[in-house]
Nanobody, 126 residues
């Protein structure tokens, strides 16, 4: 079983950048699809970005393309989320999630993921 730990969140001014990390232990992420989701207070969990290991595939929420970049490091068994040009609407808890076989449609769906990290808070001040 994979265990995920996120880090890198914090308080940043509007226009700033943050890089979130998701480090996996227990099993290699090469067997999984991995995604970032976020959840703001009072809102549903929202898909942010996803990556598959065994094929060259990344996916982004349409509204975040161009500002957020997901990447992976096999040697470190980790996934990263580079977030640029942050604005207060990006304030949320950001979660890393992993699952086995996922279609390119399922990869955007939170309920398709069986393994979740504890989340890291991102707060963007105006």
């Amino acid at each position: 079983q994979v265990h995920l730990v996120e880090s890198g969140g914090g308080l940043v001014e509007a226009g700033g950048s943050l890089r979130l990390s998701c480090v996996a232990s227990g099993r290699t992420l090469s067997d999984y699809g991995v995604a970032w989701f976020r959840q703001a207070p009072g809102k549903d969990r929202q898909f942010v970005a996803a990556v598959k290991w065994r094929v060259s595939f990344t996916d982004y929420a349409d509204s975040l393309k161009g500002r957020f970049t997901i990447s992976r490091d096999s040697a470190k068994n980790s996934v990263y989320l580079q977030m640029n040009s942050l604005n207060p609407e990006d304030t949320a808890v950001y979660f890393c999630a992993a699952s086995g076989v996922l279609t390119n449609t399922q990869i955007r769906t939170a309920s398709a993921y069986v393994i979740w990290g504890q989340g890291t808070q991102v707060t963007v001040s105006s």
